[in-house]
T-cell receptor, first 115, second 117 residues
Framework: AAGVIQSPRHLIKEKRETATLKCYPI?????VYWYQQGPGQDPQFLIS???????DKGSIPDRFSAQQFSDYHSELNMSSLELGDSALYFC??????????????FGPGTRLTVL | AQKITQTQPGMFVQEKEAVTLDCTYD???????LFWYKQPSSGEMIFLIY??????QNATEGRYSLNFQKARKSANLVISASQLGDSAMYFC??????????????FGGGTRLMVKP
């Protein structure tokens, strides 16, 4: 079965650089979520999109922005990178909220290292 | 206050034995969902099992079952017949469905399970 695709899987950047992470949800899933998991931490919700509109916002820094495109893929743009941004970034997708179970299925994550 | 609490940072279990991973939650909503995810050392987050707050039966998925005690606000994961491949970090998560809580998951701190041969 198709899963959530994230690219790149690994990314190394210098401080103050920018990074773009991409997420391709499972077909038919119209809701995309972004989470950040620091070393030894639990995942923290950043932002989500439903039908190409931002639906919820969590602890996302102002330096980050995201959007969902017409094909439902999403991109997380990170600027002025800091050492503390080094983390595993997950994208998850789910069926429409009206579906009863709406589990979130996670992609493999993008491991960002900021040097 | 923590919404999801996993009190066991790490646990050992003997291969082929059953193990229970604890999870308690805090919400004032009546409608919510509880999830368990497995995160192996490779990093991916694997969905294991889901329990809705209105589900009358405890959820089961193969060797995984969820001991849901609503009044106590606990949703413990039971893994039967542990296998070496079960060694991983396990996260309990909650999604509150009402009161504009959004659809995001709130995670507990995780329990690292180590299966001994």
């Amino acid at each position: 079965a198709a899963g959530v695709i994230q690219s790149p899987r690994h990314l190394i950047k210098e401080k103050r650089e920018t990074a773009t992470l991409k997420c391709y949800p499972i077909p038919r899933h119209d809701t995309v979520y972004w989470y950040q998991q620091g070393p030894g931490q639990d995942p923290q919700f950043l932002i989500s999109f439903y039908e190409k509109m931002q639906s919820d916002k969590g602890s996302i820094p102002d330096r980050f922005s995201a959007q969902q495109f017409s094909d439902y893929h999403s991109e997380l743009n990170m600027s002025s990178l800091e050492l503390g941004d080094s983390a595993l970034y997950f994208c998850a997708s789910s069926l429409p909220v009206r579906e009863a179970r709406h589990e979130q299925f996670f992609g493999p994550g993008t491991r960002l290292t900021v040097l | 206050a923590q919404k999801i609490t996993q009190t066991q940072p790490g646990m050992f279990v003997q291969e082929k034995e059953a193990v229970t991973l604890d999870c308690t939650y805090d919400t004032s909503d009546q409608s919510y969902g509880l999830f368990w995810y497995k995160q192996p050392s490779s990093g991916e987050m694997i969905f294991l099992i889901y329990q809705g707050s209105y589900d009358e039966q405890n959820a089961t998925e193969g060797r995984y079952s969820l001991n849901f005690q609503k009044a106590r606000k606990s949703a413990n994961l039971v893994i039967s017949a542990s296998q070496l491949g079960d060694s991983a970090m396990y996260f309990c998560a909650m999604r509150e469905l009402l009161n504009n809580a959004g659809n995001m998951l709130t995670f507990g701190g995780g329990t690292r399970l180590m299966v001994k041969p």
